[in-house]
């Protein structure tokens, strides 16, 4: 929290400097009561220095899909939503420890943190003058009160009461608001709404005649109807990033594009590439039992004449009384070098249909 902006004098400074900047801004913010959006002229009775400007849009997002719905729909929906929220709230109360509710304990301790920052001059026993980044600051624990107006309208002491409050060895939670205690909080969560009964299940008056109430009748306007929130003019619009892979359009792989696949330095058909599918997420943790249209496609495949990757006459010629050399992930055995033809793993070729021990 900055002390500065609670300051008159700080306020009619900051003015100022947007009159400098843009005298436009500053007509429009004089026509804005200052009690609505600057927290030096918040009232000290409400205990509470929250600045919030999307009330709206966070009412919008809780309420979710119930906006589009009819009325009564739309009622009962908040009834239920309402109803589950007190209880959770209650629940949550149940846990606390301590005598304040938790967000107050994490603010007492940012507080402490930053008090060490200041110096005390003790002026008597209630009173104190603390010194922060060269500005003076009168506390008075008697009245609670301090000239930075922090402790007036938020209710919870500020770095220059905590300095005082240190020296007294006194907690700082005995000089924080009985609004934050959780005996008020357990007060405010006690009471719930109760449920409501099914329409089907409510009592029906014979003596009243059943009426049938039309719903009023609807003019459509030309369009799509929209049910997203109306931006502001100044609003940023929400931007969906795309992704960056890249995949291959000639083997369908990711990582590559087609001016740089391996296959086109291959003689391998055409045929044989479309007929391969693109692998999805999971495909590879999850093995597919074959049926018996994959054992017709990869008898098929077999039986046709694979084209071999040109072996360059620098390189030996394989060994085939022990089969040919391949090389396995997690093998010792090193890959074929690059001064030939592009190395490609023996999933590349099963992808295709065809096994790699006759390549």
Known sequence: ???????????????????????AAYDWLLKIPAEMWSRHAFDKRLKNDH???NISESFNHWVGDLRSKPVLTLVDGLRTKLMCRLQKRKLKGLKMS?????NVVKELNKIKEESRKCHLLVAGEHEFEVQDQNINYIVNLRTRTCNCRVWDVSGIPCKHAALGIFHRRDSLESFCDSRFSKENY?????????PVPDPTFWPQDLEVEPTNLLPP???????????????????APNVVRRSNMVRCKVCNDLGHNKRTCPVNQLDIPLAQLASRKR?????????????????????????????????????PLPNTEHGPSMHVAGSTSQPPSNSGAAYLPPSFWRGLGVSPQRI
Do not use: W
Request: hydrophobic fraction near 25%.
């Open 186 to 194: 357990m007060k405010i969560y006690s009471y719930c709404i109760h």
């Open 217 to 235: 009748i609807v003019r459509r306007m030309p369009g799509r109807p929209k049910k997203n929130r109306r931006k502001e003019p100044g609003e």
């Open 98 to 102: 301590g005598d304040l509710v938790p």
């Open 279 to 315: 692998k999805t997420k999971g495909s590879s943790s999850q093995p597919v039992a074959p049926t018996k249209q994959n054992k017709k496609t990869k008898a098929k495949s077999l039986s046709q004449p694979v084209p071999k990757p040109p072996i360059s006459s620098s390189q």
């Open 1 to 23: 929290m900055d002390v500065y902006e609670r300051q008159t004098k700080g306020f009619n400074f900051a003015l100022h400097k947007i009159k400098e900047l843009k005298p």
């Open 51 to 53: 600045v919030t400007n």
